[in-house]
């Protein structure tokens, strides 16, 4: 059985001290789904690793709040497979096999090439603006090897995308796979920060140029990159003689 972990904290990512009743206020959404956002990035930043028992009273002291929403919460993050509950023993963090993260990662590529090819069909004049102003901030952070700040405008993109897509259906399936990919990518964001945001800015220009093709091959591309290098574990760059992280998935899925 996992460790109980340490207790949960409330900061942001930014490690901005917020309280589950400010996050309440200040988004107008109800306690359960702010309750949930707050374990998820717990899980998600590491702060609750694999195996690791979410004990409710625990939770529930720690978060200020009644039993009710941390139940709710955890049966809501159990449907995004973040959570493994188990009969008369309670919840822990989910532990994913390497087959299963293989899969994830493949189901992601897919979608992120559809989430791509969309944004470069559909995207707006004032959307484009935003992908622009996006691409200059990231530029800007990466001469300045702003690492962390990086990490936080790849997620960026990655929404923006999903809006330029203009497909609601995808764009909440999408959000919470990337929820997932986040917390399994974990190991190796910072260390790519700036890789990914080169292959991002790629990803970019064949939005705002509108080609679709370019576009989704990049996106599809990028994801199996980033869940190659997570699988291998491999923190640095590919030697010369090893195949982009992309082949090695693509490799296993058919079986070579």
């Known amino acids: 059985m996992g460790a109980t972990s340490a207790p949960i904290s409330t900061s942001t990512p930014k490690g901005v001290e917020v309280s589950i ?8 959404r109800s306690l359960r789904d702010v309750v949930t956002d707050t374990i998820r990035e717990a899980i998600v930043y590491g702060q609750y690793q694999p195996g690791d028992r979410l004990v409710e009273d625990k939770l529930a002291e720690e978060l200020a709040v009644s039993r009710n929403p941390i139940r709710e919460a955890l049966l809501a993050l ?9 009969p008369r023993k309670g919840a822990t963090v989910a532990h994913l096999s390497e087959e299963e993260t293989r899969e994830i990662v493949e189901l992601r590529a897919a979608l992120e090439g559809l989430s791509a090819r969309l944004a470069a069909r559909r995207c707006t004049p004032d959307l484009g603006r935003k992908i622009t102003e996006l691409l200059d901030r990231g530029n800007q952070l990466s001469e300045k090897d702003g690492q962390g700040a ?6 960026e993109f990655h929404t923006l995308v999903a809006e330029a897509g203009a497909n609601r259906y995808l764009a909440d399936f999408m959000k919470s ?49 980033v869940g190659g290098a997570s699988l291998a574990g491999d923190r640095a760059a590919p030697r010369d003689d090893s195949p982009p992280p992309s082949q090695a998935i693509a490799g296993s899925a058919t079986g070579k």
């Open 21 to 28: 009743s400010q996050r309440v206020g200040s988004a107008h």
């Open 78 to 86: 159990e449907g995004e497979g973040l959570v493994k509950m188990v």
């Open 150 to 155: 990086l990490e936080e405008i790849n997620r």
């Open 177 to 225: 796979l990337r929820y997932k990919t986040y917390w399994l990518f974990g190991s190796v964001f910072g260390s790519r920060a700036g890789q990914s945001w080169k292959e991002h800015t790629e990803i970019s220009r064949a939005i705002l140029a509108g080609d679709e093709d370019l576009a989704a091959i990049l996106a599809n591309r990028h994801v199996l990159n």
